[in-house]
């Protein structure tokens, strides 16, 4: 696009390029933005005076300050195309003015300089500052975007409703109320260090939030204080905290030959110490990471003693039994012990006594004990000798080969086999009463033919009217762990029976239409989670 340019009139004002110099410094941002920022003001000024209708433009010499003011009118092809007569001319007038005007050219008319009055260089003043800030807040969104998880020193600058707004030099930041340590106390003036959770693009400019209670907070303090850590020497694995009153860390060591443990406390625990004054007396509890999950939440329990664990993978549950003076101790405060090794070790922990656990443990031994002798008509001998080897349902002693049963002791491969023969007896006779209630319920056959849906589940759901495939395909995964009988449905389980009740929805619909429909049920199981951490 070629333009066509007039002899204009102009200021040399080498004042101009000084002060966007020293305004560039002080404010930290670049200087053509500030003389940017003084040619629209100087625009502003132009329209105010010739008509805010025409395309004035102001030009500041980069070199020598010097100003030059021109009203820009674009050339179009026909008369047609004119849209706003001050802004555009057609080609054939164009040409009467300007032999060579072309299309797309723009034919430029110098104007004299602006000899600014009070009211236009407040106008002007008001552009600069308003374009200043607003360079300078894009300056400290690129600056401080890009140190999210840094920890930052400040001043307190004042405090708004409980938010306290921190001067970090260059910037302004906002740590809130919920972010701030209870009980903590701030007064203007205060240097505090805190933690950036995140910085914002809003409407009223980079928003930057501090926390002194995020988990990475305490990890970043203990880089600072223990050259190992910031090293890589030694590497934080998981932090849980109960702000102001008690956190856990686990550490890993990368070397043989350090203890992750010692250079964490620090001689005579002067570093855990530092990190402690810091965050206002919060009791820290450091425990050795392992890649054993059973060995992590035992170290995980400090102080408490544990006598033995027992893992749910399927569940993301552990059991831990403790010594009947020790439950105290391992549950903590308000459940803080067990709900912070839950935390640091993301899985969900029981806590039984070992009295609990025996009781338990007989109530379980005398329940299985019980099905065994009325399934199979057998004595308790018999019964307790196949609870005693793990045998914990019918099933199992019907579909176990020979050979395994013949290994336990006072069974040979006569009563080995007619065991197996009696529970296959005793399961048929259960799955033809199970097929008989099924058909009274009116329970339809498509719901029978869904995979994973065992006749007690048919039943229990057709007792609780859901009788059809749809039915099914339209429960949510913690409903239909609710309909079926106590404890023999995981939600893995659930979830797979579920789509595979919604199979038939989807046989038409492209691969992602389908990934988004398995996200749905995985999303109902995230409901039904919170519902249940909520009612703990």
């Not at 970043?220 to 102001?244: C, H, M, N, S, T």
């Not at 350090?258 to 820290?284: F, N, T, Y």
Request: glycine share 6%; charged share 35%; with cysteine.
């Amino acid at each position: 696009m070629s333009e066509s340019m007039n002899t204009s009139a102009a200021q040399t004002r080498p004042e101009l390029i000084e002060v966007a110099e020293a305004v560039a410094r002080d404010k930290g941002i670049d200087r053509d933005e500030v003389l940017e920022a003084m040619e629209q003001a100087i625009q502003k000024a132009g329209r105010s005076k010739y008509g805010h209708e025409h395309d004035i433009r102001a030009n500041i010499n980069r070199s020598t300050g010097e100003i030059t003011l021109a009203r820009y009118v674009e050339v179009v092809e026909t008369p047609e195309e004119v849209e706003n007569e001050a802004t555009q001319i057609d080609l054939k007038a164009a040409q009467k003015i300007q032999a060579g005007a072309e299309a797309g050219d723009y034919m430029v008319d110098a104007l004299p300089p602006i000899d600014f009055g009070r009211i236009a260089a407040q106008t002007a003043k008001q552009v600069i500052v308003q374009r200043v800030r607003d360079a300078e807040r894009s300056r400290q969104f690129a600056e401080y975007k890009g140190r999210i998880g840094e920890i930052v020193n400040g001043l307190v600058k004042r405090i708004e409703y409980g938010n306290v707004i921190v001067d970090l030099n260059r910037a302004e930041a906002i740590l809130r109320r919920d972010e701030s340590i209870p009980r903590e106390h701030f007064n203007t003036g205060d240097r505090l260090r805190s933690y950036i959770v995140d910085v914002r693009e809003e409407a009223r400019g980079p928003q930057i939030f501090l926390s002194r209670t995020h988990p990475q907070f305490m990890a970043k303090l203990f880089a600072q204080e223990v050259p190992e850590i910031y090293d890589g020497v030694i590497e934080i694995k998981a932090v849980a905290r109960d702000p102001g009153s008690r956190a856990k860390i686990a550490v890993l060591s990368h070397d043989s030959s350090i203890d992750p443990v010692g250079p964490c406390i620090g001689m005579r625990g002067s570093r855990v110490q530092a990190v402690v004054g810091e965050l206002q007396g919060e009791k820290i509890d450091i425990i050795q990471w392992s890649p054993d999950q059973a060995s992590f939440i035992v170290n995980a329990l400090a102080p408490a003693e544990v006598a033995k664990v027992v893992l749910d993978e399927e569940t993301n549950r552990i059991e831990v039994v403790v010594p009947d003076e020790q439950l105290s101790l391992a549950i903590g405060r308000r459940g803080q012990n067990v709900r912070l090794a839950s935390q640091l070790s993301g899985w969900d922990i029981d806590i039984l006594t070992e009295a609990q656990e025996s009781d338990r443990r007989n109530t379980e031994f005398k329940s299985r004990s019980r099905i065994f002798v009325d399934a199979l008509d057998v004595d308790d001998v018999i019964a307790h000798l196949l609870v005693t080897e793990g045998f914990s349902s019918v099933e199992e002693v019907a579909f176990v080969p020979v050979e395994d049963m013949v290994g336990i002791e006072g069974f040979d491969e006569e009563i080995s086999e007619e065991l197996r023969q009696r529970a296959r007896a005793y399961l048929a006779a259960k799955n033809e009463d199970l097929a008989k209630r099924r058909k009274e319920l009116k329970v339809s056959d498509d719901l029978a033919e869904v995979e994973g849906v065992s006749p007690e589940l048919l039943v229990a759901l057709g007792e609780n009217g859901i009788k059809t495939r749809d039915d099914l395909a339209d429960l949510a995964t913690d409903e239909l762990m609710e309909f079926a009988p106590a404890g023999t449905l995981k939600e893995a389980k659930a979830n797979e029976i579920i789509m595979a009740a919604r199979a038939h929805w989807f046989e038409d619909e492209t691969p992602a239409e389908s990934a988004e429909a398995e996200d749905g049920v995985k999303e109902d199981a995230k409901d039904a989670e919170a519902v249940e951490e909520d009612k703990k």
